[in-house]
């Protein structure tokens, strides 16, 4: 089984939590409880209460007896933990409703009491003792799967692969353990070369369940393999759809489920946006010693599907069809979801170089994201850092602790006016970063791997090339607005205007049919919102993104009740 795990991909500050929290034991009173909520259910030994793969997966409490939890993979078998009287079922799949990633089976005849995934969310969000220590258990429990690439998944790849970080970066993101083996580290790779009739140049591979194999997957496939979205109705008029799941998406579908709304997330990618690919965050209110962009946005992610806030992953909103209400926003499969009421926070995209030959190197060089992840793909080498933003400083500052050196390419002549001071100060005194004023990237160089790059000081003309392996792209960002041409009001790059924002004559035009003007965060379409990033005017910060997530709620209830 450790063959099957790969430490690099995991932070090697994870530990592994007291078992008692992992693992705890409900009083008979707790049971009590728990048992007001569901059915009491007679076992037998060699009982199966839930295969791999299985949807709608319940809940268990084990009053007498005991049942085995169990990985099954590739041939292989391993008891993950045993639960007895006290015990019960489940980690954070069970919030989302995804297909079960373990089997469960009965070790020893007794009885149980069962619930399904809706009882057991009404449970969790109005017992607050018993739904503290669910929810941790939970979350504890995921974290374990992990850290020890306990799944049923099997991703089989290379460190050189470009695929195979996107692969790695699409599963970690979404909080989905797997196990990985490395062609040029893992001895078992052939075994599964042969088992599965697949040969070096289809990697990346991906094996779901043991099953099906997936060469080289898009993260669509990904997502339709594991069963993401398998519960969830797109043909429903919801309360409210929210488009992109950052920190203001993730905000808003926590408040507003919490207070009853029926929400939909859709999600291009992953939970997190922007926000989630930061490396450190030390400027948000709450964590004093700083949280990595993933650990927050997973826990936001995870206070949703707590709420019952469901998300779509890896689908593109590509049009808002806004002439009659409920307005529908279609997504790239063609499905149209009715909606009452809709919160954009579909964020903005890193702006990229104008280098004809960079799409040649992304994964294989060039990296939109400084986690530990790509970290571990430069340690002890020269990167450069591209932008002059928070993103960028807590990126130069992450990555100087494992590199030789870190370059910084800053187009403008100062930092003060895009970075926050405490990241300038750290950045002008750290011995391993090299700040490169009014200078820009000109040129990649490479085959498979990027090899080396140029730059250009745009002030004097002077150019240099080095052999540079790494480049971290940070600069600037693009609003993800176009699908919404023709739809709502946007300054000229694009971005989204709302409340006094808009000015009358362009509310005019827009033909705004009420007499009052629109809510703060609210656009030129009634009951259409936008939020974070992609929003004209907005503040570039983590807070300000979760605020306005937040505020945008109670003007949705407003235009619900109008």
């Known amino acids: 089984m450790n063959a099957m795990s790969d430490p690099s991909t995991k932070p090697s500050a994870v530990q592994s939590p007291p078992v008692s929290e992992m693992f705890p034991r409900l009083t008979p009173a707790q049971i009590e409880r728990v048992a007001a909520h569901g059915r009491l259910r007679s076992i037998q030994r060699g009982d199966i209460l839930v295969e791999v793969g299985q949807p709608s997966v319940p809940f268990f409490v084990v009053v007498t007896g005991e049942i085995q939890?169990?990985?099954?993979?590739?041939?292989?078998?391993?008891?993950?933990?045993?639960?007895?009287?006290?015990?019960?079922?489940?980690?954070?799949?069970?919030l989302s409703g995804r297909p079960a990633i373990v089997h469960i089976r009965v070790s020893e005849n007794g009885e149980l009491i069962e619930m399904d995934r809706v009882r057991m969310l009404a449970l969790v969000q109005n017992d607050a003792e018993l739904g503290q220590i669910i929810m941790r258990a939970f979350i504890l429990r995921r974290l374990s799967l992990i850290a020890r690439g306990l799944s049923d998944v099997v991703l089989v790849g290379s460190t050189h692969n470009a695929g195979t970080l996107r692969v790695k970066e699409f599963l970690t993101r979404n909080g989905h353990p797997y196990a990985y083996l490395d062609l040029e580290r893992d001895s078992d790779v052939q075994n599964l070369l042969d088992q599965f009739h697949f040969s070096i140049d289809d990697i990346p591979v991906l094996i779901c369940r043991g099953k099906t194999v997936l060469r080289n997957p898009t993260n669509q496939q990904i997502?339709?393999?594991?069963?993401?979205?398998?519960?969830?109705?797109?043909?429903?008029?919801?309360?409210?759809i929210i488009v992109g799941a950052g920190p203001s998406g993730l905000a808003a579908a926590v408040y507003g489920a919490s207070e009853g709304l029926d929400v939909l997330v859709i999600e291009t990618d992953a939970p997190?946006?922007?926000?989630?690919?930061?490396?450190?965050?030390?400027?948000?209110?709450?964590?004093?010693?700083?949280?990595?962009?993933?650990?927050?946005?997973n826990r936001a992610y995870t206070q949703a599907q707590k709420f019952g806030a469901q998300t779509l992953i890896a689908k593109n909103a590509v049009r808002?069809?806004?002439?009659?209400?409920?307005?529908?926003v279609q997504i790239n499969d063609g499905t149209r979801i009715p909606t009452r009421a809709i919160i954009i926070a579909s964020g903005a995209q890193y702006r990229k170089p104008a280098i004809h030959n960079l799409p040649q190197f992304e994964g294989a060089g060039v990296y939109y994201a400084a986690?530990?992840?790509?970290?571990?793909l430069c340690t002890g080498e020269q990167v450069i850092v591209v932008g002059g933003g928070n993103s960028?400083?807590?990126?130069?500052?992450?990555?100087?602790?494992?590199?030789?050196?870190?370059?910084?390419?800053?187009?403008?002549?100062?930092?003060?006016?895009?970075?926050?001071?405490?990241?300038?100060?750290?950045?002008?005194?750290?011995?391993?970063?090299?700040?490169?004023?009014?200078?820009?990237?000109?040129?990649?160089?490479g085959r498979e791997h990027l090899e080396g790059v140029s730059w250009r000081n745009n002030q004097?003309?002077?150019?240099?090339?080095?052999?540079?392996?790494?480049?971290?792209?940070?600069?600037?960002?693009?609003?993800?607005?176009?699908?919404?041409e023709g739809c709502l009001v946007r300054d000229s790059k694009g971005f989204i205007k709302t409340g006094m924002d808009i000015p009358e004559e362009e509310l005019k035009a827009a033909r705004w049919p009420l007499t009052r003007?629109?809510?703060?965060?609210?656009?030129?379409?009634?009951?259409?919102?936008?939020?974070?990033?992609?929003?004209?005017?907005?503040?570039?910060?983590?807070?300000?993104?979760?605020?306005?997530?937040?505020?945008?709620?109670?003007?949705?209830?407003?235009?619900?009740h109008a």
């Not at 187009?411 to 950045?427: K, T």
């Not at 790494?470 to 600037?476: C, E, L, R």
């Not at 003007?517 to 979760?546: M, N």
């Open 69 to 94: 939890v169990v990985r099954q993979s590739v041939g292989m078998e391993a008891i993950i933990t045993a639960h007895t009287h006290g015990h019960f079922t489940g980690e954070v799949t069970m």
């Open 223 to 240: 997502v339709e393999c594991l069963g993401f979205n398998e519960t969830i109705d797109a043909t429903q008029v919801r309360d409210l």
């Open 272 to 297: 997190g946006g922007q926000a989630g690919l930061s490396s450190r965050i030390e400027n948000y209110l709450g964590f004093p010693m700083g949280v990595s962009g993933q650990d927050l946005t």
């Open 320 to 328: 808002l069809f806004c002439d009659k209400h409920p307005y529908a």
């Open 371 to 376: 986690t530990f992840m790509e970290s571990q």
């Open 392 to 445: 960028a400083g807590q990126a130069a500052v992450f990555l100087a602790d494992t590199t030789q050196q870190v370059h910084m390419l800053v187009r403008s002549g100062s930092l003060a006016e895009s970075m926050s001071r405490y990241l300038i100060r750290r950045i002008e005194e750290h011995p391993r970063i090299t700040l490169h004023y009014h200078t820009e990237l000109t040129a990649l160089a």
């Open 460 to 484: 004097s003309g002077e150019t240099e090339t080095h052999p540079l392996r790494h480049i971290f792209v940070m600069a600037g960002a693009d609003p993800s607005s176009a699908w919404l």
């Open 517 to 560: 003007r629109p809510f703060i965060l609210e656009t030129s379409l009634p009951g259409v919102f936008a939020v974070g990033d992609v929003r004209h005017s907005s503040i570039k910060r983590v807070a300000s993104a979760v605020g306005e997530g937040s505020i945008a709620i109670a003007f949705v209830h407003q235009t619900l």
